[in-house]
């Protein structure tokens, strides 16, 4: 080959095999001014750390199974018009915090001066050729 400089064309091809579920993930900076901010930051995650985890089955005391967590249904707008492509129902698949990123401050009522957020949703279907012409 190294001398006549001539190889084999492997003629390779690709196969198709499968359609990947979307992923998006949504990061958020939170900076509370007052006690209230603090608090409504605290429900939202326990509200998104409820959501990302499934509730046990039980049988005789033992768990057995779980049921499937809600899917969220996100829409991105802005001033009310969409603003990317459509998505489909989504369960929340990771969810994660980070407390004072930039520094150690609290506010005088002990509450953390600034909290990060990052979650990450899956389609819980795939897509195909006649829903992307449906915009999705």
Do not use: C, W
Not at 13 to 28: A, D, K, M
Not at 46 to 72: S, V
Not at 77 to 92: D, E
Request: glycine share 4%.
């Amino acid at each position: 080959k190294s001398a006549t400089k001539v190889t084999a064309n492997p003629n390779t091809r690709v196969l198709f095999r499968s359609v990947n579920l979307r992923e998006f993930t949504f990061s958020f900076k939170m900076m509370p001014v007052s006690a209230a901010e603090s608090e409504a930051i605290k429900q939202i995650i326990e509200f998104f750390r409820r959501h990302l985890y499934p509730e046990t089955i039980f049988a005789a005391n033992l768990p057995i199974g779980y049921f499937f967590p809600d899917p969220f249904n996100i829409t991105l707008t802005y001033r009310g018009n969409r603003v990317a492509t459509k998505i489909l129902p989504s369960y929340l698949v990771n969810f994660s915090s980070n407390y004072n990123a930039s520094g150690m401050g609290f506010h005088r009522d002990g509450n953390f001066s600034e909290v990060d957020i990052s979650m990450t949703f899956r389609e819980r279907q795939t897509l195909d050729y006649e829903k992307i012409r449906q915009g999705f």
